[in-house]
């Protein structure tokens, strides 16, 4: 656990936790290698965990009728997930890895667990993902916007 936690501090998400926060996040993570192509979510599927990304790029993607859409791009330091933390608890979105990946990778029901017993731990997690999923959100409008103003899908080109 160790070797987990003294990775979460070097991380900037995690850099203004408290190290009991860590400690609890670290102790719910482990290491994960993922091979490129590898599907990490998929829309609307359960949602148990979150990663850290250490290594590899991940494309988080949107499903149309003619396909996906690449919203964002995320890379080391980057976190992926955060439909783990609210009900109906499924996913937003497809994530798939462009390259091999290195992740850590946190086991969202018993970090669930140590929300609900430790309200500050809890408080802590919710405002950290908060700010994560409005840049997520900003970043599919932005992509959006991008796609539907240059002869996107729709618009009869």
Known sequence: MNELLAILEDQPFFADMEQEHRRLLAACAAK?????????????EPAETFWLIREGQVALESPLREG????QTLGPGDILGWSWL????????????????????FDAGVLREHMEANPAFGYMLMKHF??????RLQAARLQALDIYSHGGPGDGT
């Open 32 to 44: 994960c290698g993922y091979p490129a192509g590898t599907r990490l979510m998929r829309d609307h």
């Open 130 to 135: 908060s700010a994560l999923i409005v840049q």
């Open 86 to 105: 609210l009900p109906p608890y499924r996913a937003s979105y497809d994530a798939r890895a462009i390259t091999d990946l290195q992740t850590l990778h």
């Open 68 to 71: 996906c859409v690449t919203f």
